[in-house]
C-alpha cells in the first residue's frame, strides 16, 4: 500500500474565512473593532509590503493576548472551536479529511497561530505545523512568537524540517493563496482551491 502524506492549508482551504480576525472578534467582542481600527495603517502597510506581515500579525495579536496565562488562551481557542467548527469548515473539506485512512498521514500547515487551530488539529486527528506562540516561563504569552510566520518559503522550511518526506509515496497538497506555492513545490499532487 502507498503511503501518503496530506497538508492542508487552514484559513480559506479548510475554513470559509481567515480565523485570526475571526477568533478574535469572537473572542474579545468589545475592543475587537477599537483595536482594529487602530492598527488599519499597519494592516496596509503589510500590504504594501512596506511592512513584513509576520510583524504586523505577532503585534495584532499581542493587543488582545499579551501578559493572559496559557489555560486561559487555551480556553478562548476551544470556546471559538466548540462554538464555530460546524459553521466554519467547509462540508467538503469535513468530509474528504474523515474519509482518509489512518493509515496515511495528515497536516494542517498555517501561517496562523497553534493556540486557536490546535482544537481543529485535534479534533481531526492530524499534526500541526503553524506559526507558534511564545509563553515566558511562568505560563503567559510574551506577545511575541517563537517561530517566524509560517508562510509562503517557510512553510516549505517547516515541512522539511518536521516530517521525514522519504517516507512517503505520495505527498498531497492543499492550498488557496501564493502562500502555499512554496508547499506546492514539494507535492506529488497539488490542489488549488479543492474545497471552494
Known sequence: MNRKLYLFDFDGTLTKKDTLFDFLKFSFPKVYFINYLLFIPLFVGSKLKLLEAGFVKEKFISTFLKGKPYAEINQLAQNYFE??????????????????SNYHDKFIVSASVDFWVQPFADYYGMGLICTKAKFDEQGFYSGYFASP???YQEKKNRIEKEIDLSLYDK??????????????????????????
Open 83 to 100: 462554538q464555530n467548527h460546524n459553521e466554519l469548515i467547509h462540508p467538503k473539506a469535513d468530509e474528504y479529511i474523515k474519509s482518509l
Open 149 to 151: 510566520n509560517c508562510n
Open 171 to 196: 505527498i498531497i497538497a492543499f492550498g488557496d493563496t501564493k502562500g502555499d506555492e512554496a508547499m506546492f513545490s514539494i507535492a506529488t499532487k497539488s490542489n488549488f482551491k479543492y474545497f471552494n
